[in-house]
């Protein structure tokens, strides 16, 4: 392999200029500079990353532990988040913590041994008390899309409150009046939010929302699935589900299909976390989005911002609603992706 030394002894420089030029230390001349970048491309040569991370305690490698890999939502928050972080010179390191707190915590466990320069959290749960230690122990750390109220790290978030007040609206204006939420995990931020959203958009319209059309889910397709045969076997059942994230609403939809029911004619389907997917189904369904690729390129940003040593700002961008026609005909000027 080539070495700095073969480096040095082509462009006619010690091998002190050479790390300098390579660390774009501002005391080298411009002529040993283009000597020194001509003999790394003519050679070949890549510094040995492990051997600069001990030199400069940097690594330039963020890490990124997400609820969920195969959530689409979260798929595409891991691509913006790589993207950006290779565009500002950094590696991304993924842990999928498969909505598992324990495993969770393993992944970052396994990320502080890598000694990478800041983690990204997406947490699966509310509370814990490694994160704790983390935020304390200086470790530059950023929450995004979820976060957990007692650390006290910056936090990256789109906010859809208005957007499930927009949802609330349609559906009003549509006529629906007994409407069914399933809700995520309690012990999620998001999920805890998104319920009481829902709740006070209700109540602006002087809706109740029962305890019978609340089903718990857990984020995943296969609880979307079994609250929603629930929601079928009440003597009254809702006319709109209203799934708090896109994977339940695919549950969802499978079993609206498997009773013989049609969306929107028997039953309206909407979801938060809107998909590619959802345009494809049959109707399209309609759906809160998030603005992904922004939330993914703040979170890196504002994390970088403390590995270099500025003050970073938490960042919240609202949502919006993507009317479709799952939940009845929308009218002209409300109809996107139909």
């Known amino acids: 392999m080539t070495s700095i030394k073969d480096v040095a002894a082509r462009a006619g420089v010690s091998v002190a200029t050479v790390s300098r030029v390579l660390n774009s230390h501002p005391s080298v001349s411009p002529d040993a500079k283009t000597r020194v970048l001509a003999a790394v491309d003519a050679l070949g040569y890549r510094p040995n990353a492990v051997a600069r991370s001990l030199r400069t305690d940097q690594t330039r490698t963020l890490g990124l532990v997400i609820s969920d890999v195969l959530n689409p939502y979260f798929t595409e928050l891991a691509r913006f988040v790589e993207e950006e972080a290779r565009a500002l010179g950094y590696s991304v390191i993924i842990g999928n913590a498969d909505e ?12 502080l041994d890598r000694r990478i320069d800041g983690l990204l959290v997406s947490p699966a749960d509310g509370d814990s008390a490694l994160m704790a230690d983390v ?13 957990m109220p007692a650390v006290d790290v910056p936090v990256v978030r789109a906010d ?5 007040r927009d949802l609330v609206a349609h559906l009003h204006a549509l006529g629906h009046r007994r409407l069914a939420i399933i809700a995520g995990p309690a012990a999620t931020t998001t999920g805890a939010e998104r319920v009481e959203a829902f709740r006070e958009a209700l109540h602006a319209y002087e809706l109740t929302l029962p305890d ?3 089903g718990q889910g857990d984020f995943q397709a296969d609880s979307g699935r079994r609250v929603t045969e629930g929601f079928l ?6 006319e709109i589900v209203f799934a708090a994230d896109n994977l339940m609403a695919l549950g969802a939809l499978d079993a609206i299909r498997a009773a013989g029911l049609r969306v929107p004619q028997d039953i309206g389907l909407a979801a938060f976390d809107d998909i590619p997917w959802f345009v494809h189904t049959d109707p399209p369904i309609t759906a809160i989005a998030q603005p992904t690729g922004d939330l993914g390129r703040a979170a890196v940003r504002a994390l970088v911002d403390i590995v270099d040593g500025r003050s970073p700002q938490s960042v919240t961008l609202p949502a919006r609603l993507v009317v479709r026609r799952s939940c009845g005909e929308p009218a002209p000027d409300q109809r996107s992706n139909l």
């Open 100 to 111: 598992q707190p324990g495993l969770q915590d393993h992944h970052v466990r396994t990320l």
């Open 160 to 164: 859809g409150r208005g957007a499930i």
């Open 135 to 147: 935020a304390r122990g200086g470790t530059p750390m950023v929450f995004v899309d979820r976060w």
């Open 212 to 214: 019978a059309y609340i």
């Open 233 to 238: 076997a009440l003597p009254e059942p809702p």
